[in-house]
Nanobody
Framework: QVQLVESGGGSVQAGGSLRLSCAAF????????MGWFRQVPGKDREGVAS???????SYADSVKGRFTISQDNAKNTLYLQMNSLKPEDTAMYYC?????????????????????RGQGTQVTVSS
């Protein structure tokens, strides 16, 4: 059974940094594409970043240059380094995974449709 467990969220002032982690269990990590999406209550899910099994990355324009997605295959762990945080980055952040090529080819946009997701970790950025 695939399980994704996020950690690392919290509260930070604008301009600060956080690093989110996502530990993955129950599948062959290297065959999946991974990503992060976020959601604010009352709004649609927003894809943030994705990383393919070959290491290619994709970012939403709103976070490009500030966020970095990476993975440690040996630890089955996905990361999202978030720098220069802004109040508009405040949201629940979710880790997601999928192995279907049609979904993985969609970049950060497709992350919201990935078949597996974690329980989320809250990020709050104050001005």
């Amino acid at each position: 059974q695939v399980q994704l467990v996020e950690s690392g969220g919290g509260s930070v002032q604008a301009g600060g940094s956080l690093r989110l982690s996502c530990a993955a269990f129950g599948y062959s990590y290297v065959s999946f594409c991974m990503g992060w999406f976020r959601q604010v209550p009352g709004k649609d899910r927003e894809g943030v970043a994705s990383i393919a099994s070959d290491g290619r990355t994709s970012y939403a324009d709103s976070v490009k240059g500030r966020f970095t997605i990476s993975q440690d295959n040996a630890k089955n762990t996905l990361y999202l380094q978030m720098n220069s945080l802004k109040p508009e980055d405040t949201a629940m952040y979710y880790c997601a995974a999928d192995a279907r090529r049609s979904y993985c080819s969609g970049g950060y946009v497709g992350v919201v449709y990935f078949g597996y997701r974690g329980q989320g970790t809250q990020v709050t950025v104050s001005s």
